[in-house]
């Protein structure tokens, strides 16, 4: 398919590679700094452009994949018949696209990096569309890049999305709190690395309830009192510790 | 080495098993339900026994492996000479056992599971020994065991326990909210399975302080208030994910 892109971040930048590959044709890169625009044109061999004006007319869809927050205004610039719009965006609904004849939704559920290459086959691709014909012609595409491919309408993707939140960002937050703890002791967050696997590979095997451990889950209060006296030089970590605990304990206790 | 075990549990069973393979000799398993000594000690050749004095005295090493606290009563109880006795638990001072002339720590870094296969070698043994040559036999029993053998004291190992109740425990909850918010949309937490593990992944190639990111990070109120309202409906996740939020925002202010 011939495709063009609104953005060249790194969601833009991941998908329209995959895209490539896949064999469709980037026809333009549209952004409102030329620099990135021909910087991700250079590499998927499209039109750089900043104005939306020059995006390829010959484009069967347009992909916009921006900030969240920036879809609403750009949509209101944007003047376009018949092609197909979809954005890329987790907690954004369908219907800021409403004012395009044909829309939807092409969100990839992963979180990019610059300079990392991404596995798109395991990426799932979460979908909506106005119509049924717009939502096949999504599917093929996502199918071209992707093994896994679901139509998610805008109220799930957004609980999806609050979802990746808590088992992604704050996730890895954990992660930050226990890589500064075992830095103060000059130990690296490597030795951290299997029991990390092992906790993921847990949380799908048997499900996160089952895999639940640790002093919080059997109210252990001496070793949790033991803790919150070792995290006392931080008020921040202590805190956590202790409303993670008695959240752990009530969320168990319930069940 | 001539080695018996206190304990019948998780962690116990899987050192034994390890020890085993590696062609040690476990001469008894101590439990004080001796149905419990008996299921263990059928699956390494050794002598079940639910009497502390029973345990064999040509044992070199005696390892204690029951829950952190029960150790120090347990240890008062128990009269041995000359054997090398250490205990496997990430928060308990090597002192408690400080009656014994020989006596050290030989904890595995890792969340175990009955009825899962553990792969030893990956396994990050954090040793201590209240003096050099008791060091070095229990680093040559764990490095007949893991690749992977540190010295860390008391404090750090406590230190380490505390990152480890956040990277492991503190995650695996995240993951058991992220999973109920799916249910309740009829989406598996499999969906989720690619996110998580380049999370992972980045956090380890990237460093977690690095690899942050989402709406928390940004400071992006719109995106964050719009997730407080579709958690309106439950005042524990509400909560969990504004003093999250929060916390990132200001822990990253700061670097």
Redesign the interface.
């Known amino acids: 398919m011939n495709i063009s892109l609104i953005g060249s971040g790194n969601v833009a930048t991941h998908i329209s590679l995959a895209l490539k590959s896949a064999g469709h044709e980037i026809l333009s890169v549209y952004s409102r700094n030329l620099e990135n625009a021909k910087e991700l044109a250079v590499k998927v061999g499209a039109t750089p452009t900043n104005r939306l004006g020059e995006i390829a007319n010959k484009s069967e869809i347009l992909i916009i994949s921006i900030k969240?927050?920036a879809i609403e205004n750009l949509v209101l610039e944007l003047e376009l018949e018949n092609i197909l719009v979809a954005h890329t965006a987790g907690?954004v609904p369908m219907n800021v696209l409403g004012r395009f004849q044909n829309h939807g939704v092409f969100y990839p559920?992963?979180?990019f990096?610059k300079d990392?290459n991404?596995?798109f086959n395991?990426?799932?691709m979460l979908l909506e569309a106005n119509n049924e014909p717009n939502l096949s012609i999504l599917k093929k595409l996502a199918e071209s890049i992707s093994r896994?491919v679901?139509q998610?309408d805008s109220?799930?993707r957004?609980?999806?999305?609050?979802?990746?939140?808590?088992?992604?960002?704050?996730?890895?937050?954990?992660?930050?709190?226990?890589?500064a703890?075992?830095s103060?002791?000059s130990?690296s967050?490597?030795?951290?690395?299997?029991?990390?696997?092992?906790?993921?590979n847990?949380?799908?095997?048997?499900?996160?309830?089952k895999?639940?451990?640790?002093?919080?889950?059997r109210n252990?209060t001496?070793?949790i009192k033991?803790?919150l006296d070792?995290?006392a030089d931080d008020p921040?970590k202590q805190n956590?510790?202790s409303?993670?605990s008695s959240?752990?304990f009530?969320?168990y206790k319930k069940k």
Not at 202 to 209: D, H, R, S, T, V
């Open positions: 969240d927050d907690s559920l992963q979180t990096t990392k991404t596995d395991e990426v799932p896994k679901e998610v109220v799930q957004k609980k999806v999305h609050v979802a990746a939140v808590f088992a992604s960002n704050f996730v890895n937050y954990m992660f930050s709190i226990s890589n703890i075992l103060k002791e130990l967050f490597e030795l951290f690395e299997p029991l990390l696997k092992e906790t993921l847990k949380a799908f095997q048997l499900g996160p309830e895999a639940q451990t640790g002093p919080a889950l252990d001496e070793v033991s803790h070792l995290l921040n956590l510790y409303l993670l959240s752990i009530e969320y």
